[in-house]
């Protein structure tokens, strides 16, 4: 049965399906690291956020799903900037215990505010693809599941290009090679930071709105999300966005796998070690720091 | 002198309190606030005078509060001879969390400590035949010490306030010792500290363990005195107390952390507030603090005192 070929594709592709989900919550906190040097610890509030404002927007505005999505990513983009000016940009040039202490700070705030508005009761989100299954050669593959590979296919395209192409993606690029030299040539630093604020959390936002009509939604949802994003950057090297991805889709799969040959233990307990047993061997990360587009 | 005096009246007023009002609920905070004394400053060693944003504490918390139940119940052993292991099991748990995340950058530190913990809980978690898993260890029976229990609320006031001073002695012992200015001068500059020829690693690696001995013995009381542990002693929400403690009362001071885990025990006790909008003032002051006094309010008010005092006085 374990050596089953199709139990083995099943389990693969529902890997890369999380891995790739993975990957889309892990980015926008890589973009972060990668372009100021800033660890966000309300990175996995952001994606609780977006979850709740799409059920917020779906359930009291009466929106279809695809409506609510766009919407709710436009607002975590500009919660993304709200959060870079307030906590981020007056950190700059301390040190960066600062901001991660302040991200906290905002962590908390918006997981009791959420408790206190919504309850702490485990809500749902309808998405239209939810009953959706494609059947390849016995192998089944989820609607929604889909939904999210493609859209981390979707940003992370649109994320190159507009770091390769575009004048403020140039700019965030100068930043993260070097700040000082970006003010005297008169790059706006500080508005570099709000656009990767709001960048990482766009992403975020999208990973919430994608992943979120898989599970149950409650106040604390961003806790598991934002240690294994945590996981899967330093995995990648942190910054290192392709790195990123690419840990991010390696370790959905190896938990899929644990978890279907092993236990449950097994597939929780393997993004920590993976990343200990990683700082021991490599501390720089397997694919080493630097935004490589 | 005079506020030499005015401070030594008001502490003992303070610590006088409990054994007055004789009220089961005041004994209660009081001992809880001697808990969080102790783990504020197992913080400050690491945060104030190493300069390390540490997120282990709840680990060698939970580690000692686990290594004292066990002990206690499944072997019976006494408190005198588990107290000091449950404190070890601390220092252990220092050395092997320290050893890989004091090698990497002090972002990474953070991650790596957080994770640290999170591996443990997840071990309570699941390590059913010796912790219970989520059901949790019950029934933890009152401490023995030399055979003799520990159970009237006075007597439980009073061990919680000789291991919190104890600690903070310990504490301004080290804080004076070459160790300590050892540990200042690798905070304060790294590139320096290696220069002079200190031992950057074995210094932060010390300060990590004697905060892991610290944590792991206010674990083992705690265990005892609520007579109930589950895995959220591991939880990350002890940190983040922890670190209002410290930061708003002033970290790398001696007294400052003291501060600030009575002012932030008995605070919300006095408010009585939820869990939900005590979490929520928390995060707000902390917000706060980040913004306006990086520095702390003990720095503030060490500031503040030095710039009105008279010379000489």
């Excluded at chain 1, 995995?235 to 978890?259: K, R």
């Excluded at chain 2, 292991?85 to 320290?98: E, P, Y």
Aim: glycine share 12%; net charge positive; aromatic share 10%.
């Amino acid at each position: 049965m374990l050596t089953d070929p199709i139990f083995l594709a099943q389990l693969a592709a529902n890997g890369v399906a999380v891995g790739l989900g993975y990957a889309l919550a892990a980015i926008g906190l890589a973009l972060l690291f990668g372009i100021l040097g800033q660890v966000n610890f309300a990175h996995g509030e952001l994606y609780m956020l977006a979850a709740f404002l799409l059920l917020w927007i779906t359930k009291q505005l009466g929106l279809p799903y695809g409506v609510a999505a766009v919407l709710t990513v436009a607002v975590m983009a500009g919660a993304g900037a709200l959060l870079a000016q307030v906590v981020i940009v007056p950190n700059l040039d301390r040190s960066f215990e600062s901001v991660i202490l302040g991200t906290l700070a905002v962590s908390i705030i918006l997981q009791n505010a959420v408790r206190l508005a919504f309850g702490a009761t485990p809500l749902d989100i309808t998405s239209p693809l939810e009953g959706v299954t494609v059947d390849i050669g016995g192998v089944l593959l989820f609607g929604q599941r889909l939904l999210v590979g493609a859209a981390f296919l979707v940003a992370f395209a649109g994320l190159t290009a507009l770091l390769r192409y575009t004048a403020i993606g140039r700019a965030m690029r100068a930043v993260s090679q070097n700040r000082e030299a970006c003010v005297m040539v008169g790059i706006d630093v500080r508005g570099v930071a709000r656009w990767t604020g709001a960048l990482s959390a766009a992403l975020v936002g999208l990973a919430g709105v994608v992943v979120a009509p898989l599970f149950d939604l409650y106040p604390n949802m961003g806790i598991e999300v934002v240690f294994k994003s945590f996981a899967v950057v330093i995995i990648g090297g942190m910054g290192n966005l392709a790195g990123s991805a690419l840990a991010g889709l390696a370790l959905g799969v190896a938990e899929s796998f644990a978890g279907g040959l092993g236990n449950a233990v097994l597939r929780d307990g393997i993004a920590f070690t993976v990343m200990i047993a990683m700082l021991l061997a490599r501390p720089q990360g397997l694919f080493g720091r630097s935004v490589r587009v | 002198m005079n506020r030499t005096r005015t401070t030594a009246i008001v502490v003992v007023a303070v610590l006088a309190l409990p054994l007055v009002s004789g009220s089961p609920y005041v004994f209660h905070v009081a001992a809880m606030t001697g808990f969080y004394v102790v783990l504020a400053q197992s913080l400050n060693l690491v945060l104030g005078y190493g300069g390390l944003l540490s997120l282990a504490t709840p680990a060698f918390f939970g580690i000692g509060a686990y290594v004292a139940a066990i002990l206690s119940l499944r072997l019976g052993w006494d408190s005198a001879v588990t107290f000091p292991l449950a404190s070890l099991a601390g220092v252990m748990s220092g050395i092997a969390i320290g050893f890989p995340s004091l090698r990497v950058s002090r972002h990474s530190f953070v991650i790596v400590t957080l994770s640290a913990t999170l591996l443990l809980q997840l071990v309570a978690n699941n390590w059913e035949d010796v912790t219970r898993g989520s059901l949790g260890l019950a029934n933890i029976p009152a401490p023995r010490l030399f055979g003799v229990a520990v159970t009237e609320r006075t007597e439980w006031y009073l061990l919680s306030l000789a291991m919190a001073g104890a600690v903070v002695f310990v504490t301004s012992l080290v804080a004076g010792s070459r160790f300590g200015r050892a540990m200042v001068a690798t905070r304060d500059n790294e590139q320096l500290a290696l220069a002079v020829g200190l031992d950057v690693f074995a210094t932060r690696l010390f300060a990590f363990s004697l905060s892991g001995a610290f944590a792991g013995l206010a674990g083992a009381l705690y265990a005892h005195f609520i007579t109930y542990i589950d895995p959220g002693v591991f939880g990350f929400s002890v940190s983040e107390t922890l670190l209002i403690m410290v930061i708003l009362g002033g970290s790398g001071t001696l007294w400052g952390p003291v501060v600030g885990a009575v002012v932030f025990t008995v605070l919300p006790e006095v408010l009585r507030l939820a869990p939900e909008m005590r979490s929520l003032l928390y995060g707000v002051i902390l917000l706060l603090i980040v913004l306006y006094r990086p520095s702390g309010l003990a720095t503030w008010l060490g500031r503040r005192r030095a710039a009105g005092a008279a010379p000489f006085a």
